[in-house]
């Protein structure tokens, strides 16, 4: 575990020691705050809520542009030749990699807490549902981020890596909307399987441990199949 | 001690090494000497525990590389062919990280990071980002990667592929001193890299092993014969051939008259006839012009054994 969090750190100090942290977050901020204050001259509500409903589709850009390079770059350029042949387990390199691209979504979902800060000035704010659809998000960049991890395993171009986990993320987000068209007894399992059912009962404010549960799994069967294709190597 | 035994890799269908056993000791410098393709970095990636064997068996300190790979790993510093970093990074921030990796004791990565700063000449670049460096300094930067932890065994693929001939000569002092107290396998296709770094050299062709040996072994053994080209003055062809005829040893003898007489001995594989042929010509009260021993180079045996086509070892 040690060794997942050196990696992490590095990864981390890559992100910040290049343009990539601050393109993404600042194209990351100026979206998000475009579609803040014209919702909140729209609707002149003391609420959040606009906001929790639009970040998703923007991490659908936002998480693979950050998670693309994680492997895919590793193996572009031989490092992961070095990475692999040092003295850490291939599992300690997926987590540390999956971690620092969760902390850099985190750090930027945090960075939005400054809309938060000025709309309890000038409204009353439900600090529970605020709460709650923060807990949201973060979860669902978890989810993604493991995605995003995953599929930058599976190649050596980022932008395939990008387009791959987008569109994993678009799939997973929207199989619950194909349900008029399917047959109802598939409701169930098509709604259980989409991150957009479960980020919305989060939001609600209900936290369910059913929905903790679903992110969990699903980052774990990421960072599973990840490991997976980092160890493909072995195969004889 | 590292045991290779027939180790076997495959890619797909494509065979790169094909049942390949050696073995080398503590201490020694190991030179893979082959042509592109040979299959060098394929079994450098086997020893390093990159990917297994299709067949056959490595053992590190009597560990088999897979079984024990963790433990295997922790002895070995390996500086990949492509030498691939992080450009983002400075120097000393990769260095770090490697050796954070390495576990390399806190209290003891001061003295580390000076010290492989001194060793591969990285003073001046430490708080340098890797990207800005010329291609010298970052080949540095790899091999101080590679030897940050004290392992013992370091393993370099092309170490000197790209460098500048000064540069050149600075990397393979730096592996003869590092190879007083490690044992080094270095690869290369590039002769006269084993001939002034190498204790011993294996010759690898199209995935085989075709010799192993010093320098000297292989260039006695893959070269029957020695040449001795000879020049004298005050005698004719014909008194020289007879007075030759006395030296044991000699298989051949051409000679050439002119103003002087020239002469081409060929000799028993392995004896030196310098010193009877010498005497025996001085004895006549003939005067050596030139007395010259021709023998075969590493090069041609080099040439010899990777030009031979599939025919000679089918
Ligand atoms: N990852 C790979 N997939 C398929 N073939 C490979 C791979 N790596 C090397 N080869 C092939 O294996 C053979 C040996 O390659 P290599 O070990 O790189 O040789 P060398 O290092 O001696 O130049 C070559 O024919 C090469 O094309
Ligand atoms: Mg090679």
Redesign the interface.
């Known amino acids: 575990m040690r060794?997942a969090w050196?990696?992490c750190q590095?990864e981390l100090?890559?992100y910040f020691?290049?343009p990539v942290a601050y393109i993404v977050l600042t194209v990351f901020l100026l979206t998000t705050g475009f579609f803040f204050t014209s919702s909140l001259f729209l609707y002149d509500q003391a609420t959040m809520r606009t906001l929790f409903s639009l970040v998703p589709v923007i991490f659908l850009f936002f998480v693979p542009a950050i998670t693309m390079r994680l492997l895919a770059e590793e193996k572009r350029?031989?490092?992961?030749?070095?990475l692999?042949?040092?003295?850490?387990?291939d599992w300690e390199i997926i987590v540390g990699k999956f971690l620092a691209a969760w902390g850099l979504v985190i750090v930027a979902v945090l960075l939005t807490l400054f809309y938060v800060l000025s709309l309890s000035m000038i409204g009353d704010l439900d600090g529970g549902e605020t709460f709650a659809g923060y807990l949201g998000l973060v979860l669902l960049g978890g989810a993604y981020a493991a995605i995003g991890t995953w599929s930058s395993s599976l190649t050596r171009n980022q932008i395939v890596a990008f387009i791959i986990s987008m569109a994993i993320i678009a799939a997973l987000y929207m199989v619950d909307d194909l349900l008029p068209i399917l047959p109802m007894s598939l409701a169930p399992v098509l709604q259980f399987l989409s991150t957009s059912y479960h980020y919305e009962n989060i939001s609600r404010g209900v936290i369910d441990t059913r929905d903790l549960i679903y992110y969990a799994s699903l980052i774990f069967l990421m960072l599973y199949l990840a490991h997976h294709a980092l160890a493909s190597?072995?195969w004889? | 001690m590292i045991q290779v035994e027939n180790l076997t890799k495959q890619y797909g269908p494509l065979v790169a090494v094909r049942d390949v056993s050696f073995t080398v000791s503590t201490g020694e410098i190991l030179g893979f000497l082959g042509p592109n393709g040979a299959g060098k970095t394929t079994t450098m990636k086997v020893l390093t525990c990159f990917m297994p064997p299709t067949a056959g068996r490595v053992t590190i300190d009597g560990m088999d590389v897979f079984e024990k790979s963790l433990e295997v790993r922790r002895r070995i510093g390996y500086l990949p062919e492509a030498n691939p970093l992080y450009p983002e990074m400075n120097v000393q921030e990769y260095l770090t990280f490697i050796a954070g990796i390495r576990g390399v004791a806190k209290a003891k990565l001061g003295d580390r990071l000076d010290a492989v700063a001194a060793v591969c000449g990285l003073k001046e670049m430490m708080r340098r980002e890797i990207g800005e460096l010329s291609k010298g300094f970052r080949q540095r930067v790899g091999l101080a990667q590679a030897m940050i932890h004290e392992p013992d065994i370091l393993i370099l693929d092309e170490p000197t592929s790209g460098l500048d001939p000064n540069q050149i000569v600075e990397i393979r002092n730096l592996i003869r001193r590092l190879g007083e107290e490690k044992t080094v396998i270095l690869s290369t296709h590039i002769l006269p890299e084993v001939q002034a770094t190498c204790d011993r050299v294996l010759i690898i062709n199209r995935g085989r092993l075709v010799a192993d040996g010093t320098p000297h072994e292989l260039t006695t053994q893959f070269h029957g014969d020695e040449q001795i080209q000879l020049e004298v003055r005050g005698t004719t062809g014909d008194l020289l051939k007879s007075a030759l005829a006395t030296v044991p040893g000699i298989v051949w003898l051409e000679v050439a008259d002119g103003k002087d007489v020239t002469a081409r001995i060929t000799a028993e594989r392995g004896s030196d006839l310098r010193e009877p042929i010498s005497r025996c010509i001085v004895d006549q009260g003939w005067t050596i012009l030139e007395l010259h021993r021709e023998r075969t180079s590493l090069e041609q045996v080099f040439r010899q054994l990777t030009s031979t086509e599939e025919g000679a070892d089918a």
């Open positions: 060794n050196l990696l590095k100090r890559s020691n290049s350029s031989g490092s992961i030749e070095v692999v042949t040092l003295p850490t387990r190597r072995k004889k």
